[in-house]
């Protein structure tokens, strides 16, 4: 496709249920970023990757999130165990990650996930 | 640690006055600035970045920013609102070095145009 794609693009969860979200960069970009919205508030970083290698999982807020992206295209973020807390919508970004230059990052359109 | 602050939660203009909101960072040295619009169910779109060089910087749908250095701000004006422009507008920053660098956002300031 042209952008970035995510799906689904709305999640509900029980409080404790596992889930998991998608994230279809533009083809061919290396880098890949995964930010948490929450309401009311500006996106924050969760973890970056360059290829299939994450680079920096800084902001992950818990043991409970993972992220992957085992072919260096497709990523997904994973939460287990979800809290309420963790109801936000999750932005996923991708840049081209030229050398020697700053990449601008494409959004996709998020995934609003709800934790009842 | 970098932080950015947007003073204005909520603003309202009337379409076709001028717009200015406000952008403050904290950063060890001059960063990448940035601003983004995010549409209710859109994804964040970049409207303007400042990397080096001319302070003043123009970006898409008439957008324009100004970096000054001695206040740590990067405002963003626009001369006449549409009532398109009704969204949500973030500005962030990033490191100055590497190719490839999370962003840093502000908590957003939500513009509503009165036709």
């Known amino acids: 496709g042209a952008g970035v794609s995510q799906s689904p693009r709305y999640k509900v969860a029980k409080r404790g249920q596992d889930v998991a979200l998608r994230c279809d960069p533009i083809s061919g970009h290396v880098s890949l970023f995964w930010y948490q919205q929450a309401l009311g508030q500006g996106p924050e970083f969760l973890t970056y990757?360059?290829?299939?290698?994450?680079?920096?999982k800084s902001g992950l807020p818990s043991d409970r999130f993972f992220a992957e992206r085992p072919e260096g295209s497709v990523s997904t973020l994973k939460i287990q165990r979800t809290q309420q807390e963790d109801s936000a919508v999750y932005l996923c970004?991708?840049?081209?990650?030229?050398?020697?230059?700053?990449?601008?990052?494409?959004f996709g359109p998020g995934t609003r996930l709800t934790v009842l | 640690a970098q932080s950015v602050t947007q003073p204005d939660i909520h603003i309202t203009v009337s379409e076709g006055a001028s717009l200015e909101l406000r952008c403050n960072y904290s950063?060890?040295?001059?960063?990448?600035l940035f601003w983004y619009v995010q549409s209710p169910g859109q994804g964040l779109q970049l409207l303007l970045k400042y990397f080096s060089g001319d302070t003043l910087v123009q970006g898409i749908k008439g957008f324009e920013a100004e970096f000054k250095r001695s206040q740590s701000s990067f405002n963003l004006r626009k001369p006449s609102v549409h009532w398109s422009d009704a969204a949500e507008y973030f500005c962030a920053v990033a490191p100055s070095s590497g190719t490839a660098s999370k962003l840093t956002f502000g908590t957003g300031t939500r513009l509503q145009v009165t036709l």
């Open positions: 950063y060890g040295a001059t960063p990448y």
């Open positions: 970004a991708s840049s081209p990650g030229l050398a020697g230059f700053y990449n601008e990052q494409f």
């Open positions: 990757f360059q290829n299939e290698a994450q680079l920096d």
